[in-house]
């Protein structure tokens, strides 16, 4: 048995994880902190660029510390995607905060974009639906609302670039400005089909390309740890780096079309293969899933933008101290009682694309009592997931299978069961929680040649409602979606 170690690192919007994977797939040591998200106006998200390397710096000492004398192999590096800065290209200092995912303050520039009739030439380079949720608009705002940063960027004296790229130059010590393929593919000025940056796509949301990172194969040697980056010895190389929804999926051990991930997080990410590039025609996203190699392994995507955090937002309303004082709420009743929660606080993502949406509660009546708000509010993370299940079903124009879960609404068993029930398929829940870190650390394996098992389930869910029954359920969603969309 091989003994090689990889540190895999998971830069999450909530939290920044470590995890020492061996090669079964074995977390010897772990070690994470949160991280703080600010909203300094309504519809905007930012978090500090310097927090997050710092946090990253403190988890993997944490780790080295309890590894002792362990040799570690590597670093893999899964990221919080779509969120992007821009920094000094000389002093390696941010110019401004981390635009996070869920930051709304594009939306103008992509509706000018719409309004001028780019939108179908933007979707077709990039598979990517015109929507604040993806970076190029966001670098475009950095770029006008920070005093003299358009002009530097033309001069070459700034960089810009995901949550990787970021961390890749803090570990490189700034010798290493790149990305993968997988999240390059999220970016909105990465043509998915020619896999380059397009001249067109920056010029049209007024991106200096000349910020841009280079773009490697996700299993590529990225570089190596500078002296007094990190805890590790210098010379620690990247192995690997890839978006954390694309290495939920690897870490599942998906490597054919047919089963779809869902990652319950913050948000959801729904991913399935595909064999080729596919056009989306229901409000999907088409992106790449990784790279290896050289070789690109296309997917479709669906974005959820409020899932998880839908239970901690609804316990909030309530004046309960958690999600999970919520789900103990919501299990006293059968169910919701006719009241559906359309969390749309920060606009409506896949399938829909509707950024102006706003959260809804429908269905109320003389009967309804807090356990039943608690139940919409779980049952909507499991509707929004079937929303986007159906569509990626429609694209690829074929049913599709099991639905593998991870992240934290994956531990719960109500939404779960609930979730099997309106999708009429199995789920299955992944046995760890730290599926895109392992996913990371599998990918990284693999560039040494090594092939690390995919995470197994710890619980399975069979469809137990009667078709008719689920119907009508997803029925009541749909009217109140509608209603929602018609506000």
Known sequence: ???????????????????????????????????????????????????????????????????????????AISNQRESILVWDAATGKPTGPVVIW????????????????????????????????????????????????????????????????????????????????????????????????????????????????????????????????????????????????????????????????????????????????????????????????????????????????????AAELLGLADAAALSALAETVPDSNGTAFVPAMVGLGAPYWRADARGTITGLSLGTKPAHLARAALEAIAFQVADVYSAMEADTGSPLGELRADGGASRNATVMQFQSDILGRPVAAAAAPEVSALGAAALAFSALGISMPGVPAAGRFAPAMDAETAQKHRQRWQFAVTQTLAT
């Open 102 to 313: 869920q930051c709304r303050r594009s939306a103008p520039k992509c509706d000018a974009l719409r309004a001028a009739g780019h939108a179908e030439t933007i979707e077709a380079k990039t598979g990517l639906a015109l929507d604040p949720l993806f970076p190029a608009a966001k670098i475009a705002w950095l770029l006008d609302n920070t005093p003299g940063a358009r002009a530097r960027a033309e001069a070459g004296e700034l960089r810009t670039g995901t949550v990787d790229s970021w961390l890749l130059w803090n570990l490189t010590g700034g010798a290493v400005h790149a990305t993968d393929h997988s999240n390059a593919s999220r970016t909105q000025l990465f043509n998915t089909e020619s896999l380059n940056w397009d001249a067109d796509l920056c010029a049209l949301f007024g991106v200096p390309q000349n910020m841009l990172a280079e773009v490697k194969s996700s299993d590529t040697n990225f570089g190596v740890t500078a002296e007094g980056a990190t805890a590790l010895p210098a010379g620690t190389p990247i192995l690997a780096m890839i978006g954390d929804s694309h290495a939920a999926l690897f870490g599942h051990g998906v490597r054919s079309p047919g089963t779809v991930k869902a990652t319950y997080g913050t948000g959801t990410s729904l991913m399935a293969l595909t064999p080729n590039r596919v056009r989306s025609t229901h409000g999907i996203s088409s992106t790449i899933a990784w790279s290896q190699n050289g070789h690109v392994q296309h997917a479709l995507e669906g974005n959820i933008s409020v899932s998880g955090q839908t239970a901690a937002f």
């Open 1 to 75: 048995m091989t003994s090689e170690l990889i540190l895999a690192i998971d830069q999450g919007t909530t939290n920044t994880k470590a995890l020492l994977v061996d090669a079964t797939g074995r977390v010897l040591h772990q070690a994470s902190v949160p991280n703080i998200v600010t909203y300094p106006q309504p519809g905007w998200a930012e978090q500090s660029a310097t927090a997050l390397v710092d946090g990253v710096k403190t988890v993997i000492a944490e780790v080295v510390a309890k590894a002792g004398s362990a040799d570690i192999a590597g670093i």
